[in-house]
């Protein structure tokens, strides 16, 4: 009885891991795989591939200096923020789990910037109501232009509130 019950309970977490790993072969260990196979011929598409053995990595190895600077000034990069970018978030990590005065105005601080968020790049819908009518400020940093609803295709709806039916987006060129 104990037996069954176990196979059963392995098999069910086989079965929750099953989607995650079925995405990481296709999306992940896949390519990698084939672009590592494709790089064992020479091909440029409108001729047939030709085997070239392992000719093609010891060309990009030894003989392309822009590769060699390019995995050096990557290995600087790696190895000069990783793990400093790591000493600082465990080092925060500590502070914040203290028992101090205020503590809990710096966790809400540190919350509010990472719930923030960080990109510049982000697009931003807020709806609001305001003299009845329903407006939408799409904000977008590429370049910064302002979209707001044409007033005239807000409709009422029968309870007095506005209603989003048959809004349009009219664009007004930044100031």
């Known amino acids: 009885m104990l037996r069954t019950w176990r196979r059963r309970y ?18 992940a260990v896949g390519p990698v795989l084939v672009a590592l196979a494709l790089g064992l011929f020479a091909w440029d598409i409108l001729t047939p591939p030709r085997f070239v053995g392992l000719d093609n990595y ?75 009518q329903t407006s939408t400020r799409v904000a977008c940093a590429e370049n910064s232009a302002k979209f707001t609803p044409n007033p005239s295709h807000v409709a009422p709806n029968g309870n007095g509130r506005p209603s989003r039916t048959g809004t349009r987006l009219t664009v007004i060129s930044p100031p």
């Open 10 to 27: 392995d098999l069910d977490g086989y079965l929750f891991l099953a989607p995650d790993f079925i995405g990481t072969l296709v999306f």
């Open 58 to 132: 010891r060309q990009l190895l030894f003989d392309d200096a822009v590769f060699r600077q390019v995995l050096v000034n990557t290995t600087y990069y790696v190895l000069g923020t990783v793990p400093v970018r790591t000493a600082l978030a465990l080092l925060l990590a500590i502070a914040l789990n203290q028992q101090l005065r205020a503590m809990s105005w710096y966790r809400a601080a540190t919350s509010v910037i990472t719930l923030s968020g960080r990109s510049k790049r982000s697009t931003s819908v807020l709806p609001s109501l305001s003299n009845k």
